[in-house]
């Protein structure tokens, strides 16, 4: 700045007290009506990340109550919902915006800003690969294909689990949706494509906030080529005359341009990849989470290995090691369900957020119209007066009290003197109990769980009949404390030592 300027001070004036509230106003509380919600000051919430990141809104709950709002920089105001008090009324209200929330958060980083909610399409995919009987051995033969690779081949070392996690669930999905070999050269350029939109990841950069334009830019090009790959995917495929089960690329085509979309592709490519992006990034780090559980835990371990005995207890020798479970057989497994859900429950810091239509009331506090909303679901998941004192420590075997909708307690189909007593996480229909929201909860749960379900029960099934698992190093996944989304993704590379089992 040059001071020799008549304007020079006035405007330094005006810059340091611009400076100065919005510093005031990110780091302490701001005037407040009467009914407004607490405000959590920045210094407050960076102090308690720092101090255990995992219970942070645990924290904020017992200092604030159960609403309380926050200034982050560069993502602005977000009033918090927290724990158990709130999340009946959070999800009855009708006025939660979820697609709003999401173009507010990502929109132009997603392939088509314009684009209507394209979830029920999404859920359509599922349902149809549910009842796909091809899909469970299209699951298994991408799990043999892993243990040919280095380090699973006659057991070894795996350097990286998660990466081979990631990898797996990518050429599962890629293999079920377009019928797209993960090997190939298509296979591999639409998997580095994929990685390149991970909006998680780009959220969490500090360059893409400050250069949003630019981050933009570079997402929509990613998109550019990745609409070129599934058009001549499409034209191979459609001119094909014996058409294989799996080509959902070619159904979903088919069906957009019926309805009459402008751009049937674009549109194509916005329901294929918000299909990759739902389907991937849990699914993957839960899966790895599970082996990694597995494998340091010889006790949990044996306990599985009994249930797949007791399950498939027709096969023997190598049949039973290579056996595809049957729907049925995979519903039998009741643990291996209770250790995915209860690993969910622990390593999912999700924050699920919402856009206000109406405004919103709860506990003598008044949210306005169009705010942006977030549940944070390790506020109800590690609060111990629902989990117990041992909330924080994995225990696949633990029981909560089942809360309906409209807060009543105990499983509607309990008998009455029943009704009271908890149950596991896994009992009830999904999304039903309002103490477990490791599928989510209310209008936007998730619609992949059961095929999440059925996917990491035939992969671990497999992994675990084949290989005695170790931790290789006794390392641990260590997790960022600034992920509030999807399943933690570790900070550090997690190996694993394999033993083949003899049959
Ligand atoms: C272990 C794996 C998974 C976990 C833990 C998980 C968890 C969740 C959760 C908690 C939500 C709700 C988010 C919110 O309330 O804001 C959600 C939504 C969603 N999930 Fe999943 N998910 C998994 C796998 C999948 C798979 C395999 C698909 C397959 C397509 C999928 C598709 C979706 C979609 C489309 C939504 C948005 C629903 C809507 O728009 O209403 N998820 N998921």
């Known amino acids: 700045m040059d001071f020799s300027s008549p ?44 101090r255990d990141h995992r219970t942070v809104f645990i924290e904020i ?14 993502l602005g105001k977000i009033y918090l919902m927290l724990g158990s008090q709130v999340v009946n009324a959070f999800h009855r209200t009708k006025a939660l915006n979820f697609m709003k929330a999401v173009s507010k958060l990502t929109g ?4 088509d800003p314009q684009a209507p909610s394209g979830t029920p399409e999404i859920a359509m995919i599922v349902n149809r690969m549910l009842a796909d ?16 690779r280095d380090g699973w081949a006659k057991g070894g070392e795996v350097v990286d689990v998660f990466s081979d996690c990631y990898d797996l669930v990518m050429a599962i999905n890629l293999r079920c949706l377009c019928d797209v070999a993960a090997q190939s050269k298509t296979g591999m350029e639409l998997k580095a494509l994929v990685m390149k939109t991970d909006i998680e990841r780009l959220m969490q950069q500090l360059g893409t906030h400050l250069n949003r334009a630019k981050a933009v830019r570079e997402v929509q090009d990613v998109y550019k080529r990745m609409k070129a790959i599934l058009q001549e995917l499409y034209d191979e495929k459609s001119a094909a005359t014996t058409k294989s089960s799996n080509d959902y690329l070619v159904w979903i085509f088919d069906r957009v341009a019926a309805q009459g979309v402008d751009d049937p592709m674009q549109r194509t490519l916005f329901l294929l990849w918000g299909f990759l992006f739902a389907a991937q990034l849990n699914t993957y780090a839960n899966l790895a989470w599970l082996l990694v559980r597995i494998a340091h835990d010889p006790k949990l371990a044996a306990r599985l290995m009994d249930e797949q005995r007791d399950v498939l207890a027709q096969y023997k020798g190598t049949d039973f090691r290579d056996a595809i479970p049957t729907v049925d057989e995979l519903n039998r497994m009741s643990l291996l369900e209770r250790v995915m859900f209860e690993n969910i429950r622990l390593t999912a810091p999700g924050v699920a957020f ?14 306005p119209a169009g705010s942006m909303v977030g549940y944070s679901h390790p506020s109800l998941h590690l609060d111990e007066s629902i989990y117990g004192a041992n909330a924080k420590e994995f225990d696949p075997d633990r029981k909560v009290q089942f809360m309906q909708l409209d807060g009543k307690i105990g499983l509607p189909s309990a008998g009455a003197d029943t009704a009271k007593e908890p ?17 989510g909860l209310g209008r936007h749960p998730c619609v992949g769980a059961k095929f999440a379900i059925m996917e990491t029960k035939i992969a671990i099934s497999l992994i675990i009949r084949r290989y005695n698992l170790l931790l290789k190093d006794d390392v641990f996944p260590k997790v960022s404390m600034t992920q509030f989304q999807g399943i933690y993704r570790p900070t550090n590379k997690v190996g694993l030592c394999l033993k083949e089992r003899v049959y």
């Open 423 to 439: 149950v596991h996480m896994t009992e009830g229909s999904l999304h039903t109990n309002y103490n477990v929201a490791v599928f």
């Open 7 to 50: 304007t020079a001070i006035p405007a330094a004036v005006a810059a340091g007290a611009i400076a100065f509230f919005f510093l005031w106003g990110l780091l302490f509380a701001s005037p407040k009506g009467k009914r407004d919600p607490p405000n959590v000051s920045l210094v407050h919430f960076v102090r308690l990340l720092l």
């Open 108 to 111: 132009h980083f997603t392939p």
């Open 61 to 74: 709950n017992k200092h604030y109550g159960p609403v309380a709002v926050i200034k982050i920089p560069l």
């Open 354 to 367: 919402r856009v206000l239509d109406e405004d919103f009331s709860f506990n003598d506090c008044d949210i």
């Open 133 to 148: 009987p091809f899909v469970p051995s299209h699951i298994a033969d991408e799990v043999k294909t892993m243990t040919q």
